[in-house]
């Protein structure tokens, strides 16, 4: 009988379709009901759908929410999971003892993400990237560096923009009394080459603003070195003319031959050779370069100049400090010359000044994190700068401008 009920198919008067499958089985036809409460406490079964699996699977089966009623007569779809789906941004944690559709939602860690719905683990963003605030994807890390559009980039230029105005007031000034005695008395040629190289400390400091680059990184610390150790030799120069001067009086004394105009160019230039020499071997070996630091915020990216060869970074500064202290040291032993145009005394207090700022900076320098490293080094530039500026020349300008009657030779030979 089953091999010929397969092939039996016929519509009966109510339009169902009758056939059986290859099991024997005839189509499976069911009608969905509620049960409901009705009005006088009884309970009615109210047709909501139907399951038909003769039609297609999307179709097999209707349902009518409208007139379906729930638990507690409700007509809110009530869930069937232990635990809400957790959302993208966390993961989900197991609880002890507790089916598996229970569990926890637990916010990704700092620096992970999830970026699906039930996410069992969130996995880490790549080095350049940084999870945004719900945690559910990965955005660009933001680059920091010092710029000229922030407040401490602004302040620190106005200052060396300050600095270059004054240096040129100053060197206008001298030009305009250049022969006068207090100027011809403080060799005028060295004063001139000492507020050119302050000037250009001064410019030196923007080299250290905005985006680091190749040239930029390269430029920065080589100029830095150079115009401070041309500034410090002018500084040597005047100080060691006001030790031979004194040393010329004593009879038989020919000294100054040895230490003249032309002898005291050729010094300046030659001890500032030698870091020049130490520049070009610093950049041609192992030059600083434009580096991503990664490590010190993990949110952000730290844009700074690598020193490259660290040897050849504290070579020049080594080399600048030496020669700051070998002037100290001298101007120190001639600041009681009895001279009135003895600068020695003036000389001993900016490299005071000089030395102090630079044994400042190093651990300063070393502890700063990101921008602020290079706003410590402009510092230190800028107050130096500022220190031999004012101890060095205001004094003169003091005369020149408001005590004229002290501004000649008898005046400057009186002692």
Not at 314 to 324: E, K
Request: glycine share 6%.
């Amino acid at each position: 009988m089953l091999e010929y009920m397969k092939d039996v198919s016929f519509t009966v008067k109510t339009g169902e379709k009758i056939f059986f499958d290859a099991s024997g089985d005839p189509v499976a036809r069911y009608d969905l009901v509620n049960w409901q409460p009705a009005e006088d406490g009884s309970i009615q079964l109210k047709h909501v759908g139907f399951y038909d699996s003769s039609v297609s699977s999307e179709q097999c089966l209707q349902v009518n929410q409208e007139h379906m009623l729930w638990t507690g007569n409700s007509k809110q779809l009530p869930v069937s999971v232990c635990s809400e789906k957790c959302p993208p941004g966390t993961r989900k944690a197991m609880q002890k003892d507790r089916p598996v559709c229970c569990y926890d939602c637990i916010p990704c860690a700092e620096g992970e993400i999830s970026n699906g719905t039930d996410s069992s683990t969130c996995f880490p963003c790549d080095l350049e990237y940084w999870p945004n605030e719900n945690r559910d994807t990965c955005v660009l890390k933001v680059v920091e560096f010092l710029t000229y559009t922030e407040i401490m980039g602004m302040v620190l230029c106005i200052f060396s923009f300050i600095g270059v105005l004054l240096t040129a007031i100053v060197s206008l000034l001298f030009y305009l009394h250049k022969e006068t005695p207090i100027v011809r008395a403080n060799n005028s040629v060295l004063s001139f080459l000492l507020l050119f190289s302050l000037s250009l400390c001064f410019f030196c400091s923007f080299t250290f603003i905005g985006q680091p680059t190749e040239w930029s990184c390269m430029l920065r610390h080589t100029a830095f070195g150079i115009t401070f150790v041309l500034c410090i030799s002018c500084v040597l120069g005047k100080t060691i003319v006001v030790l031979m001067a004194f040393r010329a009086t004593l009879p038989g004394s020919n000294v100054m031959k040895w230490f003249g105009s032309l002898q005291q160019r050729f010094s300046v230039v030659c001890v500032t050779l030698i870091q020049v020499i130490i520049c070009v071997l610093w950049l041609t070996i192992y030059p600083p370069f434009p580096y991503m630091n990664l490590s010190y915020y993990r949110e952000k990216i730290i844009l700074e100049c690598n020193l490259g060869s660290a040897l050849g970074f504290w070579t020049v500064l080594g080399y600048t400090g030496l020669l700051s202290i070998l002037c100290f040291v001298l101007a120190f032993f001639a600041r009681k010359l009895p001279d009135n145009f003895n600068e020695a005394k003036f000389i001993t207090f900016s490299m005071l000044i000089f030395c102090a700022v630079w044994l400042t900076f190093i651990p300063a320098y070393v502890s700063s994190p990101g921008k602020f490293t290079v706003a410590v080094q402009i510092f230190a530039i800028l107050a130096s700068s500022f220190g031999l500026l004012f101890c060095i020349f205001a004094p003169k300008c003091y005369i020149i401008l408001l005590k004229p009657e002290k501004n000649t030779k008898k005046q400057m030979i009186g002692k």
